[in-house]
């Protein structure tokens, strides 16, 4: 390690509260991206529901961004939150399509 340099930037006091409420703030969209998938595909809501859903899950995105942003991490952890913004997204298409699949096939 010698030779390297390591520059760290400090998060600042006053973006405390905006990185925790933001980061609250992915939990609760999050959660209601995915019910309204959930429920729209159960047929609880009408298919006019679902732009909604897609609403919460980009609020839940930029959080993620505005979180990662104050906290000035670095690319990998950068990385690392886009792919959590889109295994969020994907992650309720795959659950409800192995549902399906496993109804369709014991289906009596």
């Known amino acids: 390690m010698s030779g390297d340099v390591l520059i760290t930037q400090d998060i600042l006091a006053g973006d405390?509260?905006?990185?925790?409420?933001?980061?609250?703030?992915?939990?609760?969209?999050?959660?209601?991206?995915?019910?309204?998938?959930?429920?729209?595909?159960?047929?609880?809501?009408?298919?006019?529901?679902?732009?909604f859903g897609y609403l919460f899950w980009m609020l839940a995105a930029y959080c993620l961004y505005l979180m990662g942003s104050l906290m000035h991490v670095n690319n990998f952890t950068a990385k690392a939150l886009v792919v959590a913004a889109i295994g969020l997204l994907l992650l309720p298409h795959a659950v409800y399509y192995m549902q399906d699949r496993v109804h369709e096939e014991n289906e009596h």
Do not use: D, E, Q, R
């Not at 609250?24 to 732009?51: C, D």
């Open 16 to 51: 405390f509260l905006t990185i925790f409420v933001s980061s609250a703030l992915v939990l609760v969209f999050g959660g209601f991206y995915v019910g309204i998938y959930t429920a729209v595909k159960v047929n609880l809501l009408k298919g006019w529901a679902m732009p």
